[in-house]
């Protein structure tokens, strides 16, 4: 008989990357892998506090990704103010940018960026992780119909950025920004 440390080791294994994965989408890719790893540590570390609630939850999963969410919008509210105050300080600099990724998938997480939080976190959950709405909604505890509302209207400011952004031969469209967030990066910086 597994005991809950064991239950929890097994949980972990399981859902460890598509959690670190989620993390990375929301935050838009600037904290790098390792930001959106430590953010999905820390939604671990939360869980396991709260496991005997977590594993009596009717989706465990869905509460994990609803914490790795509230984590990353702390996170880039956080960034925010730290932004806020530099600017006060130094002049914008410019950021430096992603290794050695596809510039589809450069696009891709450049659109994604620009997206309001709660406009990002649906349209990364509704096609990168291919949820119901009412999945989404549970992790992102709003309701259904504001995650049909804000997935049409981050899909449709998303189009458009990304044409925005179209290289001269006119890729980038629908299709292929959906495979980006399904698949992630072709190849991984090797650093």
């Not at 930001?35 to 709260?50: K, N, S």
């Not at 496991?51 to 990704?65: E, G, K, N, T």
């Not at 914008?92 to 510039?103: F, H, K, L, M």
Request: charged fraction near 30%; hydrophobic fraction near 40%; proline fraction near 4%.
């Amino acid at each position: 008989m597994s005991g809950p440390s064991d239950e929890f080791h097994a949980f972990f294994e399981q859902h460890h990357a598509e959690l670190s994965r989620l993390a990375r989408l929301l935050l838009g890719g600037t904290e790098g892998a390792d930001g959106a790893d430590d953010l999905a540590a820390d939604a671990l570390v939360a869980i396991w506090h709260r496991w005997d609630r977590v594993r009596a939850a009717d989706h465990p999963l869905a509460y994990a990704r609803g914490v790795v969410a509230n984590l990353a919008r702390s996170r880039i509210r956080s960034r925010v103010r730290e932004r806020r105050r530099i600017a006060l300080f130094w002049s914008r600099g410019t950021e430096p940018a992603e290794g050695p990724d596809v510039p589809a998938v450069l696009d891709v997480r450049a659109a994604l960026g620009r997206l309001p939080y709660r406009k990002r976190a649906c349209v990364v959950l509704r096609h990168a992780f291919d949820l119901s709405e009412q999945e989404t909604a549970r992790a992102l505890g709003i309701s259904v119909g504001t995650v049909k509302s804000q997935t049409s209207r981050g899909m449709a400011e998303l189009q458009r950025l990304l044409v925005e952004a179209a290289a001269p031969e006119g890729e980038g469209g629908t299709g292929e920004f959906l495979r980006v967030l399904r698949t992630g990066p072709v190849q991984r910086r090797s650093w």
